[in-house]
């Protein structure tokens, strides 16, 4: 026992000096139990067994057989072995137990708002006029659309179909189906219709009188247009993709149907594409027609940072077709751009600006560096990383989801600087904030602070 | 973003752009719109589609998994830098998306993601300094579907993951945290199994220690969640 305590401590030393001596100055040696371990070896229980020495196999099949037999018994005995923790509780759990709403839609003709929720993965449906009072908790939904069957996870983008007021929910980057649901659909209930999208969609809008469906894809930068009822497997009708596009990992997504526009707005982060023979498509892309070059196309290299954009295409735009315009530039104010909602009436182009904590207000017909012409920002205001917004022309009223503090609100449609909202609907109480995780796939403690780290 | 590691020796916190195709590291403890320290990113670079990231800060490098092979860089290299070695080739293998470092061994681990689902999962291990085309040392086959970014902890050789839940189901039962060792090569269930099967988790990613505290913190998909559990048995 004392030997291998020894001979452990002398590769203790050994190590240390190695990683003393050899490495470049820059690097600080600081002894922590995370890396350095000692400790005797426990006393032994029992007597030892003797290995016995198997007769040698006679024949190349009782060697096999007997690796095999071997095998399956290592296999058995570390079965046994096994410590199970599977009711094991956590000492800490971080969950946000309220709804982060992400997009919002008015349904003007039933007089209802739609919502999703990226924490607890439900579409929530409200009268058009609730307002939670400052007193109360929340405000419970008429109708709430949640559960496995339903295959929804973090939603992000919302149409509501104007004649029938079906609801359109987009998927963003983890189950790759956009999910379409009647009207009246509440509870765990599988989708009416499914379409198959590529990877990371986000923003959707419909032109109604060509029945296209548009789709912001982030993964890809691109964007594809579909058939309003399309399903399954059905290959999108068009695809925009390419440097020339301006595409830059985009999310928002609004149409203008009085002048052909479409307006995407865009964070930024991008790498090129270009067909590679060796790469795999993925399942979802076999045999598609109009499918995005996806990350296996990716151009070594080639990766950038761009400012954030709104950019302006042709609503028939395709392949790698330039913008027509491009909103960018530090007047924009532009941080995060997010949801998209156009007033066609007025000629207003309005920008869930996520990281700036403020609604942009733009002409529809803007360009370049110009700085929006009406912003509704300040505490007033309880806009807090809005990431959707829609125009309800009927009722002239804006509505906002804020992702991180449990509320939806409503303005005027001229509303402008810190003003207070019309009405505000929540899902938790009032001054709580969110906990902001929203798809949290690696974590990272930090030893130092004692701090979690949790990228989304 | 599908990476992320906290360097305690140099108190530096590294992310993967995957979209931009760039690493970035940043001061630990930073807050708010803060520019990172350092970013590698460009030509040079043969980054593709960055998803995780490792960093050894004993010896000053940072490995990025990139499917088909690993890149190795250096911990301080800055702006559009190349490799200073790669690991690939045939011996290599393919399905390299996740990596750990055992700077006490001197051992690289890695692991797939969840795409080779009918195979299962296996832990590929090779000498931390490995290049080109190497065979790995050992192979450590453990769970069925690795859920995420792993963990290890080289006094004792262990290497912690989630198995999640495969054909496209959003959650299930078959979600738990495993320890496996990398002592030598395996094949078989893992030592220890916490959160599940038929437990808590419904589809856990990413897994951190907290060996001060003796602790396993693991993320959850569907329960959009960070859990903390106190195992000291395993430390």
């Known amino acids: 026992m004392r030997k291998i305590y020894l001979l452990a401590l002398a590769g203790l030393i050994l190590w240390l000096a190695q990683g003393t001596l050899a490495r470049p100055p820059q690097t600080r040696l600081i002894g922590h139990e995370r890396l350095v371990s000692v400790e005797p070896l426990p006393e032994s229980g029992g007597e030892f067994c003797e290995t016995a020495e198997p007769a040698g196999p006679e024949t190349l099949m009782a060697a096999l057989q007997q690796r095999q037999e071997g095998r399956q018994a290592a296999i058995t005995a570390r079965n046994a072995a096994t410590e199970d923790r599977s009711k094991l509780k956590p000492v800490r759990w971080i969950h946000d137990p309220y709804a982060a709403y992400s997009s919002v839609a008015v349904d003007p003709m039933n007089n209802e708002v739609v919502l999703t929720d990226e924490n607890l993965f439900q579409i929530l449906v409200y009268d058009r006029t609730a307002t939670t009072p400052a007193s109360a908790r929340l405000t419970e939904p008429k109708r709430i659309i949640a559960g496995l069957n339903t295959k929804i996870e973090f939603q992000c983008g919302l149409y509501i179909d104007p004649k029938t007021g079906n609801i359109y929910a987009v998927n963003n980057d983890t189950v790759d189906t956009l999910v379409i649901f009647d009207r009246n659909a509440k509870g765990n209930v599988p989708p009416t219709r499914e379409l198959y999208t590529p990877h990371g969609t986000f923003g959707i809008a419909v032109d109604e009188a060509a029945e296209e469906m548009f789709l912001t894809l982030q993964h890809d930068s691109a964007m594809v247009v579909f058939r309003k009822y399309a399903q399954k497997d059905e290959s999108p009708l068009r695809l925009l993709q390419g440097d020339a596009t301006s595409l830059a990992d985009p999310h928002g997504i609004a149409l203008d149907t009085k002048n052909g526009w479409v307006f995407i707005s865009n964070h930024g982060a991008v790498s090129s594409r270009s067909p590679r023979p060796d790469a795999r498509p993925s399942r979802r892309a076999a045999q598609k027609q109009n499918w995005p070059l996806e990350r296996a196309q990716a151009v070594p290299g080639s990766g950038r940072n761009l400012p954030p954009s709104i950019i302006v295409h042709g609503m028939k735009a395709q392949g790698n077709a330039p913008p027509l315009r491009v909103i960018q530039g530090p007047k924009t104010q532009f941080n995060w751009p997010t949801g998209l909602a156009i007033d066609e009436q007025r000629g207003e182009l309005y920008v869930a600006n996520d990281m700036g904590n403020s609604i942009l207000v733009f002409n529809a017909t803007d360009s370049g560096d110009v700085a929006p012409k009406r912003v509704i920002k300040g505490p007033k205001t309880n806009v807090a990383n809005p990431t959707g917004v829609w125009v309800d022309l009927k009722n002239n009223e804006l509505w906002v989801a804020n992702f991180m503090n449990h509320s939806a609100t409503v303005y005027p449609l001229n509303a402008s600087g810190d003003v207070a909202p019309l009405r505000m609907i929540r899902s938790g109480p009032l001054n709580e904030a969110s906990l902001g995780i929203g798809n949290p796939h690696p974590v990272a403690y930090d030893s130092k602070r004692e701090q979690i780290l949790v990228p989304n | ?235």
């Open chain 2, 1 to 235: 973003m599908h990476g992320l590691t906290y360097d305690e020796i140099h108190d530096e916190f590294t992310v993967p752009q995957q979209f931009a195709q760039a690493i970035l590291t940043f001061a630990g403890g930073v807050d708010g719109e803060t520019p990172p320290l350092r970013v590698i990113q460009g030509s040079n670079t043969r980054l593709e589609a960055p998803d995780r990231v490792a960093v050894d800060a004993v010896n000053n490098e940072i490995f990025v998994p990139e499917g088909d092979k690993i890149l190795v860089f250096d911990r301080m290299g800055s702006g559009n830098v190349a490799p200073k070695r790669m690991l690939e080739g045939p011996d290599v293998g393919r399905g390299l998306d996740a990596v750990a470092i055992d700077p006490l061994n001197n051992l690289l681990i890695v692991g797939p993601g969840a795409g080779d689902r009918e195979r299962g999962t296996h832990f590929l291990v090779f000498d931390r300094t490995a290049s080109g085309n190497m065979k790995p040392k050992m192979t450590i086959r453990g769970p069925r579907a690795l859920g995420g970014p792993f963990a290890v902890y080289p006094p004792r050789k262990l290497i912690f993951a989630t198995n999640r839940p495969v054909d496209e189901a959003l959650a299930g039962d078959d979600s738990y945290l495993g320890v496996w060792s990398y002592d030598k090569t395996t094949e078989g269930p893992p030592l220890w199994t916490i959160g599940g099967p038929k437990g808590i988790f419904q589809m856990p990613r990413g897994v951190a220690l907290d060996v001060k505290n003796r602790s396993i913190i693991a993320s959850d998909k569907r329960l959009n969640s960070v859990l903390t559990f106190h195992v000291p048995e395993v430390f």
